[in-house]
Each structure stands twice: as C-alpha cells, then as structure tokens.
C-alpha cells in the first residue's frame, strides 16, 4: 500500500513512520511518498527516516517531492499536515491579534479563523487532486485548523475525510497511567468540537473512575490539566475539559500570560526550526536522528509553558524527553489505517461527520466524538447529548468556523468579519474588523482570499 504525507518535511513526520516500522499486520504500507513545498525540509525529514529503517527488515520505501501529484497518484492513503504560509505565518496570527489585546493562539479564535481562511483554498484544491488521481484513498487530516479543514475537505471528498487530533486519547493515556489502569481496558466519553471538548467519563471495565480522579487532590494535582485549569475548577466542572479551554475560561488571564511573555509559541518555534534545518543540513543517519529528537524533546516540554506558569520557550521542571502524546498521534493513524485496510475494528475518538450524534448540531457539521473505524469506514458512537453549557459553545464557535469556510472559499469580506466578531474570544465588531484588517495587510495568503469579487 501506498502513503501519501503532505507536509512531508514537517516533525511529526518520523513518529508516523517509527509506527509504520512497528506495525506486523498485512497488508501494510510499503511506500511513503514525502510531499513538501520546501526541499531542503524534505531533505532532512529523509535523513531523520533513514536512520531510523537502518537495519529494519522491509522498512517502507521512502520517496521526497515537492510534486503534489505524482505523490497522491494512487495513494491509498492521505495524510496532510500543511501549515499554509509556514511558521512566520503563524507568528502573524499570533501578533496580530495581540495587538489588540486579544488572544494571539494558532487555532483558537481570531489566530485560528485568519489560519483557515488562507488554508481552506489550499486544502480544497488538495481533495480535489485527491479524487482525481486517488478516488479510494482515505484522507487522514493533521492540517489545523483539524475540525474546520475536515469539514470543508469533505465538501469535497465526503466521509473519506476525517481529522486526528492527539489531545484526547494523550488525556485518556495519561488518566489511565496515573490511575495504575490498563489503557487497552479504558473507553472515554468525550464530545465537543476540535480543541473544544469535554471528557466526561472514563470507564474501566464498564465503571467511571473519573469521580475517583477528581476526588484525589495528589492525583488531579499530577495531571496536566489540574495544573492548567486548577484543581478546583475541574471538580466544579465535574468533568476534564481540553486544554485549549483554557483559553476559554480562563481569557483575560491567557491574554496577560501570553502578552508578558518575551516570545510568543510561533516566535519560539521559528526560531527553533531554523537552526534545527542549519544544524542538519551538515548532518547525516544518526547524528540526523539525534538532532530530530533534542528538538522535539524541547518543543513538548515547552508546550502551553506561559499556561502552566513558565515563559513561552522554557522546559517546565517536571516536564522531559519527548510527549508521549506526540507517539500517541501516530498510534492513532496507524490504528485508522489498519482498521480500514485490515478492518481491525477499532474504537478512538476522531474529527468525523456528526449525523444524528450531536442533536443541536447539523449532520454534516464536524465533531470530536468517540468513532468505531472498520473496513466500513467510520461509525459515530451513541452517546449522551451535551449539557447547556457545552452545547451553546459548540453552536457559537461552530457557527464561526462556517462563517471562515464561507469567507475562506467565496472571498467574503462580510463573512470574514462576522467570523471573527462572533467568536466568544473577540465579541466585538469593531475588533473584528481591525483584526481581518489586520491580516489582510499582514499575511499574504490572506489576502489573496479577498478578490475584487469578493463582497
């Protein structure tokens, strides 16, 4: 079988294919074809894979390219981890929005609305290559924003589109290891949009230990998220929400954190890759592999550090070595790809179409929801309908995310500005518009969305 990764120079690249040397079913894949804009980024991605298949029998092949066509042509499967307008684009979404006092964050709110406006076109014009020249592939999104891509790719491509993100199965793993509980016996209750969602149950063998969790002070203190929320929080919540909701219920905090800190994540993170790609360019095998894994190690352990008490680039004391979470992204991919092509049943939770799953939401909107994945394809689990609360944020930031694909596909200024109006994180149409203002001047990608026929 045949992969197609596009974004093939990005750094999660080698965790998919660590997976893919580990996996023993049949079939499997044989060729990973690494599609990227960027050459030498390619260039050192193969390096970092080709010391890791050194001396694994039947290590898939890897092909480089920055050809999108020759790459899908075929493919089985698809995965894109595109970043439209790279990291300085990121650093845009961020200081735009922080210079008007407003949260500056790659995915949530105004950062995550002008990230999709300049990605959708692109990521369209992908599914369409994609049922060109490999109908029956699956596309297994990365892309962020991951709920608002999926959606709009399935416009295109349907259900053969569906979006990963690796934060609530980390929780879910990491629930279960500080617990003493065996993960394969565990099965979480989770709903909500991407990086906007709810674990509210976690059941081992059928009962619900998260009472047990939110009722050991030492225990909640351990986890991640009772750092971010506080301990107090979650047990008034009565649930464990995605970290990104943080930035929700804790807004003007997250502002005042991220405006103090002397670099944002984006101005961190470009620094980081530039020497990174200086540094192995003279590199080669091991030397490669090393240099991929001391960046990495230090990108999770600074992750969300201006939330948790640190400075935006610090390592946090009790926080080393490389995410687990970060493996667990490729565990999930591969266990798609193996439920699919193998239909080894599998449960997880994933970005997919939400049908009749979540009632206040329309059917083809895109959820976070607990699936089942076989030969079939992917089936939504029943489950408990959110609460008020939960519900009228899905429907808000929902609404938003429509409101970007609208704008982002028929250049929209009016759609535009409403998107970012309406988000829960601006609430001001004055500020919305500054800010689609804003990016227009600073981004060109943005800017190229807004065409004299747009309104």
């Known amino acids: 079988m045949k992969l197609a990764i596009l974004g093939g120079g990005g750094f999660r690249v080698p965790y998919v294919y660590q997976a893919l040397l580990q996996d023993p079913g049949s079939p499997r894949i044989e060729e990973v074809w ?20 050194e001396g694994v029998e039947d290590a898939p092949r890897v092909f480089t390219g920055t050809g999108l066509d020759k790459a899908l042509e075929g493919a089985d499967f698809v995965f894109s981890a595109v970043r439209v307008g790279g990291l300085k684009g990121r650093v845009c979404d961020e200081r735009v929005a922080l210079d ?10 105004p950062g995550g609305i002008a990230y999709g406006l300049r990605t959708i076109p692109v990521m369209l014009d992908i599914a369409h290559r994609v049922k060109a020249l490999a109908p029956d592939a699956y596309v297994i999104n990365f892309t962020n924003p991951a709920g608002m891509i999926t959606e709009a790719m399935q416009g295109v491509l349907g259900d053969r589109v569906l979006g990963i993100c690796d934060t609530p199965s980390g929780l879910g793993m990491r629930v279960a290891a500080a617990l003493g509980l065996d993960p394969g016996r565990i099965r979480l209750d989770y709903v909500g949009l991407n990086h906007l969602g709810w674990m509210r149950r976690i059941l081992h063998d059928g009962v619900d230990v998260l009472p047990r969790m939110l009722a050991d002070e030492e225990l909640l203190g351990t986890l991640e998220e009772g750092v971010v929320f506080g301990r107090d929080w979650l047990r008034d919540l009565g649930v464990i929400p995605n970290e990104y909701l943080y930035y929700y219920y804790f807004n003007r905090e997250a502002v005042r954190a991220t405006l103090d800190a002397p670099q944002t994540r984006g101005e961190f993170l470009l620094k980081q890759q530039e020497a990174f790609y200086e540094r192995i360019a003279a590199a080669s095998g091991g030397t490669a592999m090393e240099l991929w894994r001391e960046t990495v190690a230090s990108r999770s352990a600074s992750y969300m550090a201006e939330m948790k008490g640190a400075r935006t680039g610090e390592a946090l004391d009790d926080h080393a070595g490389i995410d687990p979470a970060d493996e667990g ?11 699919i092509s193998r239909d080894e049943r599998a449960t997880m939770i994933l970005n997919v179409r939400n049908g009749s799953t979540v009632t206040a939401l329309p059917p083809d909107a895109v959820v976070e929801v607990p699936v089942t994945v076989d030969a079939a394809g992917v089936h939504p689990l029943v489950l408990d309908q959110p609460d008020l609360h939960q519900t009228g944020l899905m429907q808000q ?27 829960p994180l601006v609430d001001s149409v004055e500020i919305g518009r500054r800010l689609l203002d804003g990016y227009i001047d600073r981004i060109p990608e943005v800017a190229g969305v807004f065409t004299a026929g747009g309104r």
């Open 34 to 53: 690494l599609q990227d804009s960027d050459a030498g980024r390619l260039e050192a991605m193969a390096a970092v894979l080709g010391a890791l298949a």
């Open 397 to 423: 930031v929902k609404a938003v995310e429509r409101l970007t694909v609208q704008a982002a596909t028929t250049g929209s200024r009016a759609d535009a500005v409403k998107a970012f109006a309406l988000h």
């Open 100 to 109: 008007l006092n407003v949260l500056g964050q790659e995915t949530t709110g």
């Open 329 to 339: 992204y490729a565990r999930v991919a591969l266990n798609v790809m193996a439920a």
